[in-house]
């Protein structure tokens, strides 16, 4: 996998694919062109980071289409459409669909560029978020079912001495089991383990990616 943002372009027009091309390159934004739908599914990976500029009318897949196969595969890469006569209704439907803008032909060069590095900008947030919670979700799966319970309340402020009424258990079986669980949880401390817990909870993939 390639580690530098790229910009894929899926436009069946030879011309538009040279034009979007010469427009990132001059900006210095690594682009990859495809002027078939079926060859750049058979190339990329969801793991590559960057976004994807589709081309809403192609003959063998549509971007609607496309856009649905990767979702179905787990894409989580930003999409831009680019159309050549963009209505309100099949705008809003774009956006409903999961893109995160569209674009007209053809392409205005300062649009195309602020939209193409905002997708990438959110592009790279998602991943280190996904990276973040992946991190901490492997911890978690380290701790016994008892460590679980202990943590429940813990993250709900209580003390050793009411956890330890809670379950039945001494208050020196509590501490220990804190022990443990900063130990596995690689918590420098009570509060970084509560705000582990929280991105934990709190983290929710784009839908459908």
Not at 70 to 82: D, M, Q, S, Y
Not at 128 to 143: N, T
């Amino acid at each position: 996998m390639s580690n530098e943002p790229t910009v894929y372009v899926i436009d069946d027009e030879p011309d538009i694919c040279g034009v979007l091309s010469d427009i990132l390159d001059a900006a210095h934004i690594k682009v990859k062109t495809y002027t078939s739908p079926l060859e750049f599914m058979l190339t990329y990976s969801t793991e590559n980071p960057g976004c994807l500029l589709l081309d809403i009318s192609m003959p063998e897949i549509s971007g609607l289409e496309l856009m649905e196969r990767l979702i179905a595969e787990g894409n989580r890469t930003p999409v831009i459409f680019l159309t050549g006569n963009a209505t309100i209704a099949n705008a809003v439907d774009m956006l409903k669909a999961g893109a995160i803008d569209f674009i007209e032909k053809p392409p205005k060069v300062d649009l195309l560029l602020n939209s193409v590095r905002k997708a990438i900008a959110l592009d790279e947030q998602r991943r280190a978020e996904q990276r973040q919670f992946s991190c901490i979700d492997q911890r978690l799966k380290l701790l016994t079912t008892r460590e679980r319970e202990v943590l429940t309340w813990i993250t709900e402020g209580k003390s050793n001495k009411i956890i330890a009424r809670i379950l039945d258990i001494s208050s020196r079986t509590v501490e220990i089991h804190r022990a443990n669980i900063l130990n596995k949880m690689q918590a420098e401390s009570v509060a970084e383990l509560v705000k582990m817990d929280l991105t934990a909870k709190e983290y929710v993939p784009t839908p459908g990616r």
